[in-house]
């Protein structure tokens, strides 16, 4: 199929089908890195590539956004926190790069996978809570037989905010598939992650080592890259006693191509986190141990204008609701997010 395509005559069949038939036969592949960090709900879109393989490939974005609360303030405060005693809403821009290479491909059913992302964002008025991230991934995938996968990966990040150093994040997971019929198929993952924050902020986040195990299941939807995936996720959080905690989570997600040149992702999750010592409660460290839970509801949409140039649009929505309180029961940490952003990628190899 790619060799017909890059063939002086066309492909008999015509240029249209062969490269929808390269599509689906490049739909079973294992998933590739995902983003280090989105707005929360955030889906994450399928390729729309096309065209054959390259050793390299990149892509740059840039969308604008408007984020309803970016300092996930409450919306009951009865003195201001960081400077806020209300949400406040902004306007910003995000830059975004990424470069990828594969040294090799299909080698004993083994690939190998590189991959360096950034990104940047611009707040018109907040502009302390401008955000910058560096990725570096490894990705290592072996797939047996077409039902058979495993893939395993490990990167590292950092991240500025408002200029300053704020977070380094390390990350290591390995996932089995097995597909089970041409329509089902089950993946179970496993991951570690360690979070450090700057010792200035370690007042209000605190780091740690998070382990999790999370079990998914996808059905195809008429078609092998048109699928519905429910998934589960159970984490164990370790560090201090303000951070040790158990993460639930429950998910669900549809992709769905409408067609060679358009895509939709839905997505939707709960999670709930449940924190071991009342240290976690700063307002009153003898009270209840903090008990948090957010609901994400999520859609994107990318259409291809050109074979390199795609039009993205998206909006999420979050909601934090958590036992810690102020004096006469305000809520501390609740918050509400809406995020609506519209954008241009450029894709080259």
Known sequence: LEASLRAERPPEAGRKRVQEDLRLARADRPPGPGLIVTPEGAAELPPLTGGADA???????????????????????????FGMDEPASDIATQLDLRLGYQPFQGRRGWSLGLDVSGSHSTHQDLDELDLSLARGTVSL???????????????????????????????????????????????????????????????????????SLGLSQSFS??????????????????????????????????????????????????AEQSFDH???????SAGPARDDDLWRVSAASAYRLTPRVQWTARASWAERDSNVELFASQPLLDYRRTVVATGLGWSFR
């Open 221 to 270: 939807l008429g078609r092998p890259d048109r699928q519905l995936r429910l998934g589960a996720r159970a984490a164990e959080v370790s560090g201090t006693l303000g951070s040790d905690a158990e993460i639930r989570e429950a998910l669900a997600e549809i992709a769905a191509p409408l067609s060679s040149r358009w895509a939709v992702v839905l997505a939707g999750s709960w």
């Open 55 to 81: 050793k390299w490939e990149g892509r740059i974005g840039i969308e604008a956004l408007h984020d309803s609360n970016p300092a996930l303030v409450s919306g009951d405060l009865p003195f201001p926190i």
């Open 141 to 211: 995938g072996w797939k047996s037989g077409g039902r058979f996968t495993v893939l395993l990966q490990g990167s590292g990040a950092r991240a500025w905010l408002g200029g300053d150093s704020y977070l380094d994040l390390a990350e290591g997971s390995v996932s089995f598939g097995f597909r089970e019929t041409a329509w089902t198929a089950t993946r179970i993952e496993v991951e570690v992650r360690d979070r450090s924050f700057e010792p200035a902020l370690t007042d209000f986040f605190h780091g740690g080592r998070e382990a």
């Open 278 to 284: 009342g240290a976690s409660n700063f307002v009153f």
